[in-house]
């Protein structure tokens, strides 16, 4: 009988981590941002893609090619918060050099969507 227990209390904890967009069935969306800015940064296509939603599929040359005609682009003070509901909060700086003009942009607030079990960028979001 306590077996049976244990077993039943297993599943329904799998049961809400999965419902609740916890490590089962997904991963981090937050990590997930954080992965594809990098990666922004860095111009590396092939993450680029691997994280890119459906729906932004189209856009991807433009992603990974953002930053090619700037130099000494880094990332700093990155933070990303899961706020739930397929949105992520990020604070922090990308900064870049334009010539001689060191340009800032800030990190803001991004959609992400689950697909194929994992979390993919789907653009930026109010």
Not at 37 to 59: H, N, P, W, Y
Not at 72 to 85: F, L, P, Q, R
């Amino acid at each position: 009988m306590r077996h049976w227990g244990l077993m039943t209390l297993m599943c329904l904890v799998t049961a809400v981590l999965v419902a609740c967009g916890g490590q089962a069935g997904g991963g981090d969306p937050a990590a997930a941002v954080e992965t594809y800015l990098q990666a922004k940064v860095k111009g590396d296509e092939t993450t680029i893609r691997s994280l890119l939603c459906a729906e932004m599929e189209q856009f991807a040359e433009r992603e990974f090619r953002t930053f090619d005609s700037v130099q000494d682009v880094t990332i700093e003070d990155m933070a990303c918060t899961d706020m739930g509901n397929g949105r992520v909060a990020c604070t922090g700086v990308i900064k870049a050099l334009y010539g001689t003009e060191q340009t800032e942009f800030q990190l803001t607030n991004y959609r992400v969507v689950q697909e194929d079990g994992e979390w993919k960028w789907c653009g930026e979001t109010p």
